[in-house]
């Protein structure tokens, strides 16, 4: 899957989520909250990623960074 694909897919579970939670909330609304959850569940992911930095070697650990990286930049552009 590519990190545009990806970045979909994550957006598009948080928006279903949220426009059920509160089927009267602006589709603009809920676009904007939906970026702002996968990009948190991002930002967890690569905190994650720093804590185990030691127990990966530095080739996985640079490509799982790049790769995350280009992930929020995908949903950034959502």
């Known amino acids: 899957m590519t990190p545009k694909e990806k970045a979909k897919e994550l957006y598009y579970k948080y928006w279903d989520m949220l426009y059920?939670?509160?089927?009267?909330?602006?589709?603009?609304?809920?676009?904007?909250?939906?970026?702002?959850?996968?990009?948190?569940?991002?930002?967890?992911?690569?905190?994650?990623?720093?804590r185990i930095s030691h127990q990966l070697d530095n080739d996985n650990y640079i490509f799982i960074i790049e790769e995350l990286l280009e992930l929020k930049q995908e949903i950034e552009k959502l």
């Not at 609304?29 to 930002?43: G, M, N």
């Open 20 to 50: 059920e939670l509160n089927e009267r909330v602006i589709p603009d609304e809920i676009s904007e909250q939906a970026k702002q959850c996968a990009l948190i569940c991002v930002d967890e992911e690569l905190k994650l990623i720093h």
